[in-house]
T-cell receptor
Framework: EAGVAQSPRYKIIEKRQSVAFWCNPISGHATLYWYQQILGQGPKLLIQFQNNGVVDDSQLPKDRFSAERLKGVDSTLKIQPAKLEDSAVYLC??????????FGPGTRLTVL | AQRVTQPEKLLSVFKGAPVELKCNYSYSGSPELFWYVQYSRQRLQLLLRHISRESIKGFTADLNKGETSFHLKKPFAQEEDSAMYYCALSADSNYQLIWGAGTKLIIKP
């Protein structure tokens, strides 16, 4: 089966610019996660969707970050405006059952 | 607070030597623990979970509730084991994972 797809793979922007990331989960996976992974740290959950509803977005900086999963399949994560500290790898993962999460390749964001 | 600690950022061992990657957790209930691995230029993937009690690629991990640990072990390291290893804890009904900072394992020839 096809894995989790993410695009773009790399993005370089200047601070205060906007950026959007796209994720296509594995077909049939109801749960979708967005993580932020800063260099030298483990992934940090930003938001979890169950179908098109938000399960948890408590760690999403809502003043600048937004995410949606309108039809319960693809998802987009947006940052507006970006700050230097947003430089990280943004990981998307999906799961069918409650255990294994399947990860995409990630998007490496550099904010200058 | 729920926390996962991997005390070693880097672990370097020779091929054929035993490997132990340490993971300690902080959680008062009954956790589910996982080990995920990321090989060079590959995506993060599940290696094993404590509920399965299985051996994957020669690796095993035993949950020690008394010591709140879930160390990953392999008796004889192979060069292809070189990777980044993350320990993760699932501690609520939403099955969200709390991650350690990871340990980079290097197997020297």
């Amino acid at each position: 089966e096809a894995g989790v797809a993410q695009s773009p793979r790399y993005k370089i922007i200047e601070k205060r610019q906007s950026v959007a990331f796209w994720c296509n989960p594995i077909s049939g996976h109801a749960t979708l996660y967005w993580y932020q992974q800063i260099l030298g740290q483990g992934p940090k959950l930003l938001i979890q969707f169950q179908n098109n509803g938000v399960v948890d977005d408590s760690q999403l900086p809502k003043d600048r970050f937004s995410a949606e999963r309108l039809k319960g399949v693809d998802s987009t994560l947006k940052i507006q405006p970006a700050k230097l500290e947003d430089s990280a790898v943004y990981l998307c993962a999906s799961s069918f059952s409650v255990d294994t999460q399947y990860f995409g390749p990630g998007t490496r964001l550099t904010v200058l | 607070a729920q926390r996962v600690t991997q005390p070693e950022k880097l672990l370097s061992v020779f091929k054929g030597a035993p490997v132990e990657l340490k993971c300690n957790y902080s959680y008062s209930g009954s956790p589910e623990l996982f080990w995920y691995v990321q090989y060079s230029r590959q995506r993060l993937q599940l290696l094993l979970r404590h509920i399965s009690r299985e051996s994957i690629k020669g690796f095993t991990a035993d949950l020690n509730k008394g010591e709140t640990s879930f160390h990953l072990k392999k008796p004889f390291a192979q060069e292809e084991d070189s990777a980044m290893y993350y320990c993760a804890l699932s501690a609520d009904s939403n099955y969200q994972l709390i991650w350690g900072a990871g340990t980079k394992l290097i197997i020297k020839p």
